[in-house]
């Protein structure tokens, strides 16, 4: 498992085989987005 802590405080738990995108994607579209354009660039 890996353990991400977010600006706010809090912590999310995920699957060792996770993506940035997966996680960006599981805090939110917009975020999701935001990331696969700065990856394109």
């Not at 060792?16 to 975020?31: E, F, P």
Request: hydrophobic share 45%.
């Amino acid at each position: 498992m890996i353990s991400i802590q977010l600006p706010d405080g809090s912590r999310r738990e995920y699957p060792a085989a996770l993506t940035v995108g997966d996680v960006a994607a599981s805090i939110g579209t917009g975020l999701a987005k935001a990331a696969r354009d700065l990856v394109s660039k």
